[in-house]
């Protein structure tokens, strides 16, 4: 076994035992709130979010105390099966394997992709990287949280159907009209755009999720995550901007996803494209008048990929919802 793997399965060890040893505390505190009075409202980055109930995987009841880790973990859990599958679809042109779908709630499927025809090596090499990345995120998340991680849900991430998901956001975004198609599997081109819709989604999520962490070994963990998704999304921004120098439409395209996914949320400014307000110059890193980057509360990030503004609306690249008890849009 090598020194890297043992590593990872040292802190997946702690990550459990620390789960083993919160359990009670975890219950203690969910009952302090509800004794006083059904708290619903939790503080993230500043912004109040309610932390709705019900659905797939959850309580059929609305949820009355701050989210515990465990279930901002499966959340994130929720969101890396989507990122992973999309991935190796484009990558390999088939999905997640079995053994890495089971769990708590009801087992989905996938809506499938396909192997991108790569014709650019560098764009190829990202992919695969990035592919693997959000596969050892699934592993990881799925190790940590043992017997409650959360199952895979149905996911769809197909590239030729006009429907699809992909084809909707792309719709929403101005880049196909009604009725055509939007397929991230046709061309090196595509692929980053599809990738473009998810790595940012990903960035503010684990940002707004860790002011709402606990234990410090799950904040350290989704940190290292936080980390690696920025790297993806700072080299899908770069790529796409220099490939944008040449082609001007796919810089124009990216701004459109972002004005999109901006829309969807309900918070509003929290999204950049990749260009400048100076003409030539790039925004390869989306930051706050600060300097920090966005964080999103979870169901804001749920607003995006259910591809809907309207509250308590599930669909999209989840067509069902997301497993767990965070699983409703805002």
């Given at each position: 076994?090598?020194?890297?793997?043992?590593?990872?399965q040292?802190?997946?060890?702690?990550?459990?035992?620390?789960?083993?040893?919160?359990?009670?505390?975890?219950?203690?505190?969910?009952?302090?709130?509800?004794?006083?009075?059904?708290?619903?409202?939790?503080?993230?980055?500043g912004?109040?979010?309610?932390?709705c109930?019900?659905?797939?995987?959850?309580?059929?009841?609305?949820?009355?105390?701050?989210?515990?880790?465990?279930?901002?973990?499966?959340?994130?859990?929720?969101?890396?099966?989507?990122?992973?599958?999309?991935?190796?679809?484009?990558?390999?042109?088939?999905?997640?394997?079995?053994?890495?779908?089971?769990?708590?709630?009801?087992?989905?499927t996938?809506?499938?992709?396909?192997?991108?025809?790569?014709?650019?090596?560098?764009?190829?090499?990202?992919?695969?990287?990035?592919?693997n990345?959000?596969?050892?995120?699934?592993?990881?998340?799925?190790?940590?949280?043992?017997?409650?991680?959360?199952?895979?849900?149905?996911?769809d991430?197909?590239?030729?159907?006009?429907?699809?998901?992909?084809s909707?956001?792309?719709?929403?975004?101005?880049?196909?009209?009604?009725?055509?198609?939007?397929?991230?599997?046709a061309?090196?081109?595509?692929?980053?755009?599809?990738?473009?819709?998810?790595?940012?989604?990903?960035?503010?999520?684990?940002?707004?999720?860790?002011?709402?962490?606990?234990?410090?070994?799950?904040?350290?963990?989704?940190?290292?995550?936080l980390?690696?998704?920025?790297?993806?999304?700072?080299?899908?921004?770069?790529?796409?901007y220099?490939?944008?120098?040449?082609?001007?439409?796919?810089?124009?395209?990216?701004?459109?996803?972002?004005?999109?996914?901006?829309?969807?949320?309900?918070?509003?400014?929290?999204?950049?494209?990749?260009?400048?307000?100076?003409?030539?110059?790039?925004?390869?890193?989306?930051?706050?008048?600060?300097?920090?980057?966005?964080?999103?509360?979870?169901?804001?990030?749920?607003?995006?990929?259910?591809?809907?503004?309207?509250?308590?609306?599930?669909?999209?690249?989840?067509?069902?919802g997301?497993?767990g008890?965070?699983?409703?849009?805002?």
């Amino acid at each position: 076994m090598s020194e890297q793997s043992e590593k990872s399965q040292r802190n997946s060890a702690e990550l459990i035992d620390t789960f083993d040893r919160r359990v009670e505390r975890r219950k203690q505190r969910r009952q302090f709130f509800r004794n006083a009075g059904g708290l619903s409202l939790g503080l993230v980055g500043g912004t109040l979010i309610s932390a709705c109930g019900g659905g797939s995987g959850g309580s059929s009841m609305a949820q009355t105390a701050a989210p515990t880790d465990e279930e901002i973990l499966n959340f994130a859990l929720n969101l890396e099966y989507l990122e992973a599958q999309f991935y190796t679809y484009a990558t390999t042109g088939s999905g997640l394997p079995a053994s890495m779908l089971s769990g708590v709630g009801t087992q989905g499927t996938v809506m499938a992709g396909a192997q991108v025809p790569f014709q650019d090596p560098a764009v190829q090499a990202y992919a695969n990287e990035i592919a693997n990345d959000e596969r050892e995120h699934v592993a990881f998340l799925r190790s940590a949280l043992g017997s409650a991680a959360v199952a895979m849900p149905s996911i769809d991430v197909s590239g030729t159907n006009p429907n699809g998901a992909f084809s909707v956001a792309a719709r929403a975004a101005g880049l196909v009209a009604a009725g055509v198609a939007f397929d991230p599997y046709a061309s090196d081109n595509n692929f980053l755009l599809g990738a473009f819709i998810f790595e940012d989604v990903g960035v503010t999520a684990y940002k707004g999720a860790a002011p709402l962490l606990a234990s410090k070994t799950f904040l350290t963990a989704a940190a290292g995550i936080l980390a690696a998704e920025a790297y993806h999304a700072g080299i899908v921004r770069t790529t796409l901007y220099a490939k944008g120098l040449d082609t001007a439409s796919l810089i124009t395209a990216a701004n459109a996803i972002s004005a999109a996914r901006d829309s969807l949320d309900q918070v509003g400014n929290d999204d950049q494209g990749i260009s400048g307000a100076t003409a030539g110059t790039s925004n390869i890193v989306p930051l706050d008048s600060n300097g920090l980057a966005f964080g999103r509360s979870y169901s804001d990030v749920l607003n995006i990929v259910y591809l809907t503004s309207t509250a308590a609306v599930k669909g999209g690249f989840f067509p069902n919802g997301v497993n767990g008890v965070l699983n409703m849009s805002a």
